[in-house]
């Protein structure tokens, strides 16, 4: 059974930096695509960034051009960059595991980690 475990997050200004990681037991992640969640309070879950085995990208709207996602599958560990930080990115966020056909398995969520920006 694939599990994730995620570091980073905290306290940061507006305007700061930082940087998520989460790092995933097992191998073949190469058949997996990574991806960020987050959720602020009495809100849904929204889709924050995915990245696919070859390293295709895509990020939300609401954090295009500040936020990065990156994957390292010689380190089983994907990271989400988050610069210029906002209050409205207040949340906890979350790592999903989604492999590429149900034939290999389920989704695995990370343990979340909780970010919040300062005004």
């Known amino acids: 059974q694939v599990q994730l475990v995620q570091s980073g997050g905290g306290l940061v200004q507006a305007g700061g930096s930082l940087r998520l990681s989460c790092a995933a037991s097992?191998?073949?992640?190469?058949?997996?695509?990574m991806a960020w969640y987050r959720q602020a309070p009495g809100n849904a879950r929204e889709l924050v960034a995915r990245?696919?085995?070859?390293?295709?990208?895509n990020v939300a709207d609401s954090v295009k051009g500040r936020f990065t996602i990156s994957r390292d599958d010689a380190k089983n560990t994907v990271y989400l960059q988050m610069n210029s930080l906002k209050p409205e990115d207040t949340a906890v966020y979350y790592c999903?595991?989604?492999?590429?056909?149900?034939?290999?398995?389920?989704?695995?969520w990370g343990q979340g980690t909780q970010v919040t920006v300062s005004s």
């Open positions: 999903l595991l989604e492999p590429l056909s149900p034939r290999i398995g389920t989704d695995v």
């Open positions: 097992g191998s073949m992640l190469d058949l997996y695509d």
């Open positions: 990245i696919t085995p070859k390293g295709s990208a």
